[in-house]
Nanobody, 127 residues
Framework: QVQLVDSGGGLVQAGGSLRLSCATS????????MGWFRQAPGKEREFVGG????????YYADSVKGRFTISRDNAKNTVYLQMNSLKPEDTAVYYC????????????????????WGQGTQVTVSS
């Protein structure tokens, strides 16, 4: 069972930046697709973006494209979500997730496409 630990959330003013981290315990991290989701109160969990095992392909939701960047460090078993130009509508609990089955290219994915989840980290953007 892979364990994921999300960190890096906090309170930031609109226009600011945060970097979320997701550390994993699995020895097969290199082979895993990693994704980031977010969930605001009263809303469904939303796919923010993801990255293939090699890092060669990424996908971003339109709502974050150009502002958020996903990267991974396979030597550290860690994936990152760099969030810039944050907006109040980015306020949510952010979750990382991992999928054992590889994909060639990243595209939009649903929560059911992923096998294991982090505990979530709160991001609050004030106006």
């Amino acid at each position: 069972q892979v364990q994921l630990v999300d960190s890096g959330g906090g309170l930031v003013q609109a226009g600011g930046s945060l970097r979320l981290s997701c550390a994993t315990s699995g020895r097969t991290f290199y082979y895993n697709v990693m994704g980031w989701f977010r969930q605001a109160p009263g809303k469904e969990r939303e796919f923010v973006g993801g990255i293939t095992s090699s890092g060669g392909s990424t996908y971003y939701a339109d709502s974050v494209k150009g502002r958020f960047t996903i990267s991974r460090d396979n030597a550290k078993n860690t994936v990152y979500l760099q969030m810039n130009s944050l907006k109040p509508e980015d306020t949510a609990v952010y979750y990382c997730a991992t999928r054992r089955t590889p994909v060639r290219d990243m595209g939009v994915m649903s929560p059911t496409d992923f096998d294991s989840w982090g505990q979530g980290t709160q991001v609050t953007v004030s106006s």
